[in-house]
Antibody
Framework: EVLLQQSGPELVKPGASVKIPCKAS????????MDWVKQSHGKSLEWIGD????????IYNQKFKGKATLTVDKSSSTAYMELRSLTSEDTAVYYC????????????WGQGTLVTVSA | DIQMNQSPSSLSASLGDTITITCHAS??????LSWYQQKPGNIPKLLIY???NLHTGVPSRFSGSGSGTGFTLTISSLQPEDIATYYC?????????FGGGTKLEIK
């Protein structure tokens, strides 16, 4: 069974950073890309970027360049997204989701991590 | 970036009805269009990929069609469990983009 396990909610102060893990299981980690998606409360979905766990190659939405950094740890089959210089605009649920080159849809999603930015 | 325009933004229908949601892409995306269902408090769930392919386990009352810039999601014989927000997403190019969502309510 494919599972993407994310960490629990985070409360962070403005200006701080947070690193969200997404641990994959049930498939070969390096066979699929990992994408990240933002959903602000009551809003639609925004694609942040994706990473190829095989070579660490990344593609970012220009809107999130400088805000988000995607990395992976192949030894633990875990993808990470670090968000920096957080503001209230970054308060949202962040999802990891699996995709594949040539299959640009998201059949598997993590449960989401709520990041709340507040003093 | 490719803009995805969904309509309507909200929809109220009766049980047993057939409803259609449309998604218009700002440029040609061939068949690289997916549909997702998100129930309140839940994660998005893939319904349709490549415009018309039903994802595993999705009931056959869901169907998708279209190519190029115009796409539709049809739900026939509406059920209570279909209450959700529906999103389209293009996979033609980066950045991936989603529609604004269609909130479906039961009358």
């Amino acid at each position: 069974e494919v599972l993407l396990q994310q960490s629990g909610p985070e409360l962070v102060k403005p200006g701080a950073s947070v690193k969200i893990p997404c641990k994959a299981s049930g498939y070969t980690f390096t066979d699929y890309n990992m994408d990240w998606v933002k959903q602000s409360h009551g809003k639609s979905l925004e694609w942040i970027g994706d990473i190829n766990p095989n070579n660490g190659g990344t593609i970012y939405n220009q809107k999130f360049k400088g805000k988000a950094t995607l990395t992976v740890d192949k030894s633990s089959s875990t993808a990470y997204m670090e968000l920096r210089s957080l503001t209230s605009e970054d308060t949202a649920v962040y999802y990891c989701a699996r995709s594949k080159y040539g299959n640009p849809w998201f059949a598997y999603w993590g449960q989401g991590t709520l990041v709340t930015v507040s003093a | 970036d490719i803009q995805m325009n969904q309509s309507p933004s909200s929809l109220s229908a009766s049980l047993g009805d057939t409803i259609t949601i449309t998604c218009h892409a700002s440029q040609n995306i061939n068949v690289w269009l997916s549909w997702y269902q998100q129930k309140p408090g839940n994660i998005p769930k893939l319904l349709i990929y490549k415009a018309s392919n039903l994802h595993t386990g999705v009931p056959s009352r869901f169907s998708g069609s279209g190519s190029g810039t115009g796409f539709t999601l049809t739900i026939s014989s509406l059920q209570p469990e279909d209450i959700a927000t529906y999103y389209c997403q293009q996979g033609q190019s980066y950045p991936r983009t989603f529609g604004g969502g269609t909130k479906l309510e039961i009358k």
